[in-house]
């Protein structure tokens, strides 16, 4: 999130003395997915700036390599949005090279969990995190010698 706000700060510069008009595209790769079930109020496109955001069901979802999923706003939507010729909709999906079946291993995990579950399982894995941090900067107090460093590693503080 910090780099977030340093990004809207650049941004915000450019714009006055360039006039230059920036747009963002958050890469949550390890945190995106865990940041909304942990996280009061996430809301990362209700930002103006940003156009799209983007995470890694494999990295904290339980499923198979390799599951992204990309969130954007309505305007994003007609650069890649095709029309389908057997109907009258159009497919605003965007294509990879990977089979489907982690897409379905994600849809499984959602159904199976629920939000309650994976927020759950999320802050279980937090405070383990924690614990298993903690230990180690007591086992090796040359690198961590106070239970502060050992936070600010943790994803979430």
Same mark, same amino acid.
């Given at each position: 999130?910090?780099?977030?706000? #340093? &990004?809207? !700060? ?7 003395? &360039? ?13 995106? @997915? ?19 955001? &983007? ?8 499923v198979p390599l390799s ?8 305007? &994003? ?17 965007? #294509? ?24 759950? @399982?999320?802050?279980?894995? @937090? ?5 298993? @941090? ?12 106070? %239970?502060? %460093?050992?936070? !600010? ?5």
């Amino acid at each position: 999130m910090i780099l977030l706000i #340093l &990004l809207i !700060s650049i941004y915000q510069k450019l714009k006055k003395k &360039l006039n230059i008009i920036c747009k963002i595209v958050v890469d949550g790769a390890v945190n995106g @997915l865990v940041l909304p079930f942990i996280k009061k109020n996430f809301f990362p496109l209700q930002n103006k700036r940003i156009l799209a955001y &983007l995470f890694d069901f494999h990295k904290a979802g339980l499923v198979p390599l390799s599951c992204g999923v990309v969130l954007y706003k309505a305007a &994003l939507k007609q650069y890649f949005e095709s029309n389908i010729v057997y109907t009258t909709d159009n497919d605003a999906t965007l #294509l990879g090279s990977r089979p489907g079946a982690a897409a379905v291993s994600a849809y499984a995990i959602m159904q199976h969990f629920g939000k309650k579950g994976l927020t759950k @399982l999320y802050k279980n894995l @937090l405070k383990k995190k924690r614990i298993i @941090l903690y230990t180690n900067s007591i086992n090796r107090s040359n690198h961590f010698d106070t %239970k502060r %460093k050992v936070e !600010s590693l943790c994803w979430f503080n």
